[in-house]
């Protein structure tokens, strides 16, 4: 089963593609400004908080 949403960091919105990959184990993945970020996780929402981890440490890097 494969979802997607759309989340905001700031003004910035990216999809971001949710994937079970198999029982309790979700994938959550999106590129952002050209980079390809992805976060694997036991469910869908811990996989979706460990992407946006990813992307506002990125994100606070940049800055």
Do not use: C, F
């Amino acid at each position: 089963m494969t979802e997607h949403h759309t989340i905001s960091i700031g003004d910035v919105y990216i999809v971001v593609e949710l994937e079970e990959l198999a029982p309790d184990l979700w994938t959550a993945s999106t590129v952002w400004a050209g980079d390809h970020y992805e976060a694997r996780a036991g469910s869908r929402m811990n996989a979706e908080a460990a992407l946006l981890i990813a992307l506002h440490s990125e994100k606070g890097q940049a800055d």
